[in-house]
Nanobody, 126 residues
Framework: QVQLVESGGGSVQAGGSLRLSCAVS????????MGWFRQAPAKEREFVAA????????YYVDSVKGRFTLSRDNAENTVYLQMNNLNPEDTAVYYC???????????????????WGEGTLVTVFS
């Protein structure tokens, strides 16, 4: 059973930084796009960023470009999201995700994601 476990969430003042981690249990999902979604209260779950496990392009939602950086450590089966210059609009539960269809993931289509983490809460206060 594939499991994705997030960590690194917390509360931070606007302008600060957090680094999220997602550990993949069992095996490396080498053919998948690995990344992050987020869901703010009363909002739809939103694509944030993703990268193919094998490497290549990194995809970001426009609102985080230049502030968030996605990376991965294949040997550790872990993906990271470095979040800088956070603002209150970034407040959400952040979910690690793995999917086979990057276009569907970026459109927030449910079938785009095969595996979800349980989420880690990020709160940005001003």
């Amino acid at each position: 059973q594939v499991q994705l476990v997030e960590s690194g969430g917390g509360s931070v003042q606007a302008g600060g930084s957090l680094r999220l981690s997602c550990a993949v249990s069992g095996r490396t999902l080498s053919m998948y796009y690995m990344g992050w979604f987020r869901q703010a209260p009363a909002k739809e779950r939103e694509f944030v960023a993703a990268i193919k496990w094998r490497g290549g392009n990194i995809y970001y939602v426009d609102s985080v470009k230049g502030r968030f950086t996605l990376s991965r450590d294949n040997a550790e089966n872990t993906v990271y999201l470095q979040m800088n210059n956070l603002n209150p609009e970034d407040t959400a539960v952040y979910y690690c995700a793995a999917g086979r269809d990057i276009a569907s993931m970026m459109r927030n289509a449910p079938h785009g994601v095969a595996y979800w983490g349980e989420g880690t809460l990020v709160t940005v206060f001003s």
